[in-house]
């Protein structure tokens, strides 16, 4: 085959995928018929007889150098979920900024940062994801992110606080042979919510334990909404009437309609004035675990 007609035949194919191939294509493709030794993924100035300086390659396009449609789970408009990889951390860490509305300079201890992020894929890369924006302003930044471990403590054991439930920052309490997948972080930007992305990244937490045949997924789902009835009920009787959908909660209540049991409430859990420093477990058993299985 020639090599045009090489050409021709992987933009095609890049046509029928979607954005980022194209442009991986396209950007590839003008570094081939530049002629020089050069990296694609470089911003690249050339400057004509008559001073006009032309930009070859978009600031914005640094991420296509490590993005492979063969790494993307699941494909939302304009979004794709993944694994997180080292070039998400940054992103990521500023999505969990972002979406609790915490300044980048305020003191957040418990707040992920990138190297807790690298440190996560180091430890379970499996359990880490990300949904990026793969087209626009912007693409290649992480818009949502979720963070797990593994654990043998069982749902069934009392519950710990967050930041002892999963060690440090960097999750050192994962167990790589632990058979319940662990919670630790979800995240979405503001702008962002409401377009199927946090759907997303819980179907693929579920996919993965069905995925590594665990006995099913716990967490601890804050009770986001309690401030609004801090002033009639106590947190516990709150929690409760969540529990009972008697009240509409905007975490809870989205858990529990995404398959999640809804089983108590759990005090002192997180700092987190908003929801009473409170949460409730929920679990999620699998129901293909198979007892013995890989």
């Not at 494909?75 to 979920?81: F, K, N, Q, S, Y």
């Amino acid at each position: 085959m020639s090599k045009r007609k090489a050409d021709s035949s992987a933009l095609k194919q890049a046509l029928e995928s979607d954005w980022p191939q194209i442009q991986k294509r396209l950007i590839e493709q003008g570094a081939e018929e530049a002629g020089d030794d050069i990296d694609p993924y470089e911003p690249r100035w050339t400057t004509d007889e008559d001073g006009t300086r032309t930009l070859h390659m978009s600031a914005d396009s640094w991420w296509l150098r490590h993005f492979d449609e063969k790494d993307v789970l699941l494909d939302l408009p304009g979004i794709a979920v993944m694994n997180t990889q080292h070039w998400h951390a940054d992103s990521a860490a500023s999505t969990i900024r972002e979406a609790y509305n915490i300044s980048y300079t305020e003191e957040c201890s418990e707040c992920f940062t990138s190297d807790d992020i690298l440190a996560h894929i180091e430890r379970f890369p499996r359990g880490q994801f990300v949904a990026i924006r793969t087209s626009g302003p912007g693409a290649g930044h992480a818009v949502g992110m979720a963070a797990t471990m593994r654990t043998a403590r069982p749902p069934t054991a009392s519950m710990l606080p967050w930041i002892e439930a999963i060690g440090d920052t960097r999750l050192v309490a994962h167990e790589p042979a632990g058979d319940w997948l662990y919670g630790a972080e979800m995240a979405v930007r503001p702008n962002y919510r409401r377009q199927g992305i946090g759907t997303g990244l819980y179907r693929v937490r579920f996919d993965l334990v069905r995925s590594l045949n665990l006995r099913g997924w716990y967490a601890v789902g804050m009770l986001m909404g309690y401030h609004k009835y801090a002033d009639s009920m106590n947190v516990r009787e709150y929690g409760q009437r969540v529990i009972e959908r008697q009240i509409t909660d905007p975490t809870v209540t989205m858990q529990m309609n995404r398959g999640f049991r809804a089983v108590s409430v759990v005090t002192d859990y997180d700092d987190e004035p908003q929801a009473g420093n409170a949460g409730v477990l929920i679990i999620w058993e699998n129901p293909q675990y198979a007892e013995g299985g890989d």
